[in-house]
């Protein structure tokens, strides 16, 4: 479908030409025109696929500036706030909509003095609750409610703090749920809080024909670093993702990787906002080549051109896994994912294995040359942050 048949304010539309987007993508084809028509929508969409447009076109349309703060939008990490953020205020600049993220790890005064003035809120839900606790936010003129990655929310376990926020919204709203996935959980939120929702699911973006899946089998654990700075001086053409398991190890690896002449960024969650943006923007403007990540910082972000993806930590379950690998392989390009895997990952790659659709074969080993890996990183910012 062409965004100009939909039935969208004339200024948005305007500047859906302007940035270049002529047809709609699936889950916006289904979803828009039901959320104008003030249906209550779940909708299920891998990342990359226009979810955030899908709610946002509709979302800018039916705000009225006069009216005060009428929409919330929750979201699981900083990262993602701010990017729903940025596309609400690039398609929303004509309308004089008034558009405020909220989160934690920055100070909290100047989101005070931004809420007074908000027609429309993207917040993570700790910070939203802070702000409920100060009587900071009043929200009972809410008209619109989206819960964003709803099923990343639920599995960092942030259910507790979205049920508390529902609970001081008006009953009589439309509710939009935008996940990657439609587990069980997902469903029963759903059936809990919406009213006779549409429910629209899209087909996988990632051509399972174009994606190559293997792993390494590594006998010696101090191997794995000298066989990935292999893999990603001479098997990655285009951008490289590295994700592990924990906030520590990404540090570790990003600095490493860097000592080895590779042009690498860490993004975690206990990283300052400052320089999670500044990773962002050096991946946005193409000026690093690897991103090494943990799960739920690089969940829910749109990167696009990624040609490799590694496991260097093993995900746990095969939902992590898919969420990994599907960052790759699309729009028609090849991709490769790339386990590394040692005896301490045998676990939860046999987990992973157990989904017989995943067709993970075993690479043999390449000549290597072996370089050194430090284990410790000093820290100029020894303090953290949860996700949130």
Avoid: W
Wanted: glycine content about 4%; hydrophobic content about 35%; proline content about 3%.
């Amino acid at each position: 479908m062409n965004f100009n048949n939909l039935n969208l304010n004339k200024k948005i539309l305007k500047k859906i030409n302007e940035v270049g987007f002529e047809k709609t993508t699936s889950i916006q084809e289904k979803c828009i025109p039901e959320i104008l028509n003030r249906k209550d929508v779940v909708g299920q969409a891998e990342t990359g696929s226009g979810k955030t447009l899908a709610f946002s076109l509709p979302l800018l349309d039916m705000i009225k500036k006069e009216n005060g703060l009428q929409a919330l939008i929750l979201t699981p990490t900083r990262e993602l706030c701010i990017q729903v953020t940025n596309v609400l205020k690039e398609f929303g600049s004509e309308l004089g909509i008034k558009i405020y993220d909220i989160y934690g790890g920055v100070a909290i005064e100047p989101q005070i003095r931004n809420i007074k003035k908000a027609n429309i809120i993207v917040a993570t839900p700790g910070r939203l609750l802070d702000h409920t606790r100060r009587k900071s936010i009043n929200l009972r003129n809410i008209r619109f409610l989206v819960l964003d990655e709803t099923d990343k929310m639920l599995d960092m376990g942030f259910i507790d703090d979205v049920e508390k926020i529902i609970r001081n919204l008006p009953r009589d709203r439309q509710t939009l749920m935008f996940s990657a996935t439609l587990s069980h959980d997902v469903f029963r939120i759903s059936k809990k809080h919406l009213k006779n929702p549409m429910i629209f699911e899209t087909k996988s973006l990632v051509d399972k024909e174009k994606l190559n899946q293997k792993y390494y089998d590594i006998y010696n654990q101090n191997d794995k670093f000298s066989l990935l700075v292999h893999l990603l001086k001479n098997d990655t053409s285009g951008l490289a993702i590295v994700f592990c398991a924990t906030r520590h190890e990404t540090d570790i690896v990003a600095k490493n990787l860097r000592k080895q002449g590779i042009n690498a960024s860490a993004i975690h969650g206990g990283m300052s906002q400052n320089k999670r943006i500044k990773s962002l923007d050096k991946l946005k403007k193409e000026n690093i080549d690897v991103l090494v990540a943990t799960d739920v910082a690089a969940r829910g972000l749109d990167i696009k051109n990624v040609s490799h993806v590694y496991n260097y930590d093993v995900p746990k379950c095969p939902k992590e896994y898919i969420h990994r690998i599907g960052r790759t392989a699309r729009a028609g390009e090849n991709g490769e994912a790339v386990t590394l895997l040692t005896s301490r990952d045998h676990d939860n790659f046999r987990n992973v294995q157990s989904d017989d659709k995943l067709k993970i074969k075993k690479e043999s080993f390449p000549k290597f040359e072996k370089v050194a890996f430090f284990r410790k990183v000093r820290r100029k910012n020894k303090r953290h942050s949860k996700s949130n």
